[in-house]
């Protein structure tokens, strides 16, 4: 595993901007269309509500991963989205890296359940999430969007 940093990032900054981009930009070539680029507003992605992680090996970006409030507020849902990590070097444990770090962090805002998404052309974000103790579900909370092919995921915080 190389050595990386990991830290909250305002969703305007060039980094958390290039990341956000990278991930669709791989969503739209594994599944083509517009993604759910339609159902994400990157204002969702800032405080207090949202956050933006970023993270390094030194000064290169090398992964990220966003929150978002999601569902009735009084709930304290939040939905994990955008999590991207440079292709050359998955499977050195950033990408776990990240989670663990949204999870903290959205405990931390008061969240007490988070959801995501992926999707079947993407094996190596299911296995992640099966292995890290996200629970597969057939729906999302009420008035959140989910994608008809995808595989949901909640983790109780």
Sequence with gaps: MIPITVEAESVDTNGALAIVHAASDELLQRYGGDGDNKHL???????????????????????????????????????????????DLRREGIGLALMKEIESRAKALGYVTLFLETGPAQPEALAL????GWMGIENYPPGAFSHPIAHRFKKDL
């Excluded at 949202?50 to 009084?74: K, T």
């Excluded at 999430?129 to 890290?132: A, D, G, T, W």
């Design 41 to 87: 507003n990157v204002d969702e992605l800032r405080p207090p509500l949202g956050l933006f992680i970023v993270a390094r090996h030194g000064r290169h970006l090398v992964g990220g991963v966003g929150l978002r409030s999601i569902a009735d507020p009084a709930l304290h849902f939040a939905e994990v989205k955008r999590l991207w990590v440079r292709p």
């Design 129 to 132: 999430y099966q292995l890290n």
